[in-house]
Each structure stands twice: as structure tokens, then as C-alpha cells.
């Protein structure tokens, strides 16, 4: 079974440019959480998403990040414009139905903000 | 409110038992989880535990689970030089959905 793909793994960028992260998450799984990690910090949830509708952005900043699962399967996180505290790993996971099931992590796209 | 909060360093030798701690403050966990993080990967679930059960074993892993004191504890025995890693401490809430909240994360160095 293939695991959750992420793409970049690194990205470097100037603040105020933008950038976008691509996730594929195990193929049957409805459920997909994009996570940030600071350096020294546990994973925080940004968005999670059931299918291609959102369960919960409580922790995404509208202002600068966007996210989109559009069919239902892959899914793209934006950051328009980056500030240096955007710094960290996002990572991708899945879940197959997002509710006590496990969660299946990528192996992060880390971001360096300038 | 959530918090999950463990402990930043362990430092054991090699064939030594580890023991990572965490205290978690929401009630109402469903599941705890162990979670494994090596350089440059994502986090990979070790092991669970329902908040109804005290204690699970699986292989070289005990977990404890006191729900009294919400204290969580991972022990490794037989600590190999391959078990160096950051190991994360999850509780899952239900606020409607339910929600992993992570701690900080220990970084456990094993010393051949």
C-alpha cells in the first residue's frame, strides 16, 4: 500500500512570496489534515478535510493560508504572502474516515521563509 | 482546556529501558496515542491506548495509562540505538469531531 505522498519535500522563499504544497493521501481515505510543525513543537492541525468538504480550519489563518481538496482526493495548501514565522514542516495525513481511525503521516514539506 | 506536555530529552544506554512521560489535561480523551518521529520523516503511530484500559503491551512497548492523574507513560524496553527518535504523546478529544492534540515531543538518544 502506498503511503501519503508530499511534494516539495524543501522550498525556500523570500517573505511576501507565495507558495503551495501538493498532498496525495492513501488511496479510500476520505479524511485529510494538513498539520504545521515548528521546530521544538508537536504538529499543530491546520485544516481537515472530509472528502472534499472542511470539518475544521479553526486553526488556519484565512488572512494568508488557503486549502483545497477539490475531488475529494489530493489536496494543495497555499500561503499567500509567507512571513518568517511561517517557518516550519507542514506535514499531510490521512485517515479513513476521520473519526477514532489512524492517522497515516507524509514525510513533510519543510519551508524556509527568508 | 487541551494541553498535552512532556518531557524535551531522554538519554539512555543502549539495552537500558526508556520511560517517556506525558500529562494531558482534557478529561474527555477517547484515545492516547505514542506516536514516532525520525529525521526527516513524518510521525509514525507506535502505539494506543482507550482511555479505558490501564495498561497495553505490544512487544517491546508497555504503555500506563493513571486517567486519575490524565498521566500517560511509554517504556521501551531493551532501548536499541535504532529507537532514537522524537516520540510525540496524542490525546484525541471530541469537541463536536474529534481532534489530535500533540505535545512537544520527547528526543529520546540512545548511547551505544
Known amino acids: 500500500e502506498a503511503g501519503v505522498a508530499q511534494s516539495p519535500r524543501y522550498k525556500i522563499i523570500e517573505k511576501r512570496q507565495s507558495v503551495a504544497f501538493w498532498c496525495n493521501p492513501i488511496?479510500?481515505?476520505?479524511?485529510l489534515y494538513w498539520y504545521q510543525q515548528i521546530l521544538g513543537q508537536g504538529p499543530k492541525l491546520l485544516i481537515q478535510?472530509?472528502?472534499?468538504?472542511?470539518?475544521?480550519d479553526s486553526q488556519l489563518p484565512k488572512d494568508r493560508f488557503s486549502a483545497e481538496r477539490l475531488k475529494g482526493v489530493d489536496s494543495t495548501l497555499k500561503i499567500q504572502p509567507a512571513k518568517l514565522e511561517d517557518s516550519a514542516v507542514y506535514l499531510c495525513?490521512?485517515?479513513?474516515?476521520?473519526?477514532?481511525?489512524?492517522?497515516?503521516f507524509g514525510p513533510g514539506t519543510r519551508l524556509t521563509v527568508l | 482546556g487541551e494541553d498535552v506536555e512532556q518531557s524535551l530529552f531522554l538519554s539512555v544506554r543502549e539495552g537500558d529501558s526508556s520511560v517517556i512521560n506525558c500529562t494531558y489535561t482534557?478529561?474527555?480523551?477517547?484515545?492516547l496515542y505514542w506516536y514516532k518521529q525520525e529525521p526527516g520523516a513524518g510521525l509514525q503511530l507506535l502505539t494506543y491506548?482507550?482511555?479505558?484500559?490501564d495498561m497495553k503491551q505490544d512487544q517491546r512497548l508497555t504503555v500506563l495509562l493513571n486517567k486519575k492523574d490524565k498521566h500517560l507513560s511509554l517504556r521501551i524496553a531493551d532501548t536499541q540505538t535504532g529507537d532514537s527518535a522524537i516520540y510525540f504523546c496524542?490525546?484525541?478529544?471530541?469537541?463536536?469531531?474529534?481532534?489530535?492534540?500533540f505535545g512537544a515531543g520527547t528526543r529520546l538518544f540512545v548511547k551505544a
Open positions: 495525513a490521512s485517515s479513513f474516515d476521520g473519526t477514532l481511525d489512524t492517522q497515516y
Open positions: 488511496s479510500g481515505h476520505a479524511t
Open positions: 478535510f472530509q472528502n472534499n468538504g472542511v470539518v475544521d
Open positions: 482534557d478529561s474527555s480523551s477517547t484515545y
Open positions: 491506548i482507550f482511555s479505558n484500559m
Open positions: 496524542a490525546e484525541v478529544v471530541n469537541t463536536g469531531g474529534f481532534k489530535t492534540i
